[in-house]
């Protein structure tokens, strides 16, 4: 089987999560992989997550069961073939009282979850009722905590054992090469290549229309800030944000605490650096539940990113995380999805060639 793919060559254009993974699973089928990557490999998006590795509990609420089942399964993929840079992550949910509609949709949320995982579960989810004398860092106020599963990864870790497999398998990795060119007949840049894979995340339409290529799906730019709080917390927390529609993480980090994220629409993926508001937005709502707040005085960093999200309708709240891939002859181009099905992505695109 190398023998017959190994004359046939791809591009990818794009040097993050999709590119790299996209270019392994091809390398391993016996195909010669070129990236073109405009800066540093893994260095944009990709390097601006939440770090876990997930179905997405709250996209049950808009009813993506799909996208949320493979998710689970890319999420198993990870914990199984790269133990040493993921792990398993308690989160917690806390609630004022367990007779409430809000306990009972995350209730029924978790439980569905947990069958869509079906085999690939990694863990049960639990009640656990706190007491008046238990140290807890929550409001006195909070009575129940209802936990769940989920992956999460060290992402830089990870990303050196990928960009190490990569080189292992000759891909060639040209770092700080912009594509400027490309065409449907597998040009790039004046190359010749069987397929191109463009894999620019948020930059796919913008790339496409550069170079007179219709695209078929629409993107909504969406900003997502984090902000590392120096407050030492166990384990994973989940809760609503202020302005209710969204919840926020905190995740045990470094010793200290990853808390996000934010969903601001911008006009451009450059645009991807946090505002006051989003800061403010994010330390008030993790002090709505805290016994002792959070200042600003005590934010260690913050970094954000552009979330390309395949624009489903108008509320981008609830838009899908799902990827599409468009054929233009030997083009291949990926919108969306995330991280963590960055191999359901792969195996399609392989697939595909
Ligand atoms: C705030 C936030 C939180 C997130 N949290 C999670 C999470 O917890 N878990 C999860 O699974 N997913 C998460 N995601 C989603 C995830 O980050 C993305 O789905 C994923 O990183 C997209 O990877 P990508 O390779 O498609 O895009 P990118 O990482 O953006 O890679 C595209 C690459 O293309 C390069 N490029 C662009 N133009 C050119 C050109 N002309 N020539 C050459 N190269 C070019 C760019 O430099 C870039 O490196 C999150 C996203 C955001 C924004």
């Excluded at 060559?9 to 996209?22: E, F, Q, W």
């Excluded at 890319?74 to 840079?85: A, C, M, T, V």
């Excluded at 078929?216 to 800030?225: L, N, V, Y």
């Amino acid at each position: 089987m190398d023998g017959i793919h190994l004359r046939r060559k791809i591009g990818i254009i794009g040097g993050g999560i999709t590119g790299l993974i996209v270019g392994i699973f091809l390398a391993k089928e016996g195909f010669k992989v070129t990236i073109y990557e405009k800066n540093k490999l893994l260095a944009q998006t990709s390097s601006k997550t939440t770090k876990l590795l997930h179905g997405g509990l709250r996209y049950l609420e808009n009813l993506h069961f799909n996208e949320v089942k493979n998710g689970l399964n890319d999420r198993f993929w990870w914990l199984e073939n790269f133990p040493k840079h993921t792990s398993k992550l308690k989160i917690s949910i806390p609630f004022k009282s367990i007779y409430s509609i809000a306990f009972l949709k995350s209730f029924l949320g978790i439980k569905l979850y947990e069958i869509l995982a079906g085999s690939k579960n990694i863990g049960s989810s639990n009640i656990l009722k706190l007491h008046k004398d238990d140290v807890s860092i929550l409001k006195n106020e909070y009575n129940t905590m209802l936990s769940f599963f989920d992956g999460s990864m060290d992402d830089i870790s990870l990303g050196s054992e990928l960009i190490q497999s990569a080189r292992d398998l000759n891909i060639d990795l040209l770092e700080n090469t912009e594509v400027t060119d490309f065409e449907r007949n597998g040009i790039i840049d004046g190359c010749k290549f069987d397929k191109i894979i463009l894999a620019v995340g948020p930059w796919s339409k913008i790339l496409l229309e550069q170079n007179n290529i219709e695209s078929q799906r629409d993107i909504d730019f969406i900003k997502g800030s984090h902000l590392i709080i120096d407050r030492k917390i166990t384990s994973g927390l989940m809760f609503s944000s202020i302005c209710k529609s969204r919840y926020i993480f905190a995740l045990p980090y470094n010793g200290a605490t990853l808390l996000g994220t934010t969903e601001e629409k911008v006009k451009h993926p450059d645009d991807a650096k946090i505002s006051r508001i989003e800061i403010d937005y994010l330390i008030d709502s993790f002090n709505q539940i805290l016994k002792k707040p959070i200042s600003v005085s005590e934010i260690i960093s913050s970094y954000s990113g552009v979330r390309p999200l395949i624009k489903s309708n108008d509320n981008y709240h609830k838009s899908s995380r799902d990827f599409y891939i468009q054929e233009n002859k030997s083009l291949l181009t990926i919108f969306g999805g995330k991280w963590t099905t960055s191999p359901s992505i792969a195996r399609k695109i392989v697939t595909m060639i």
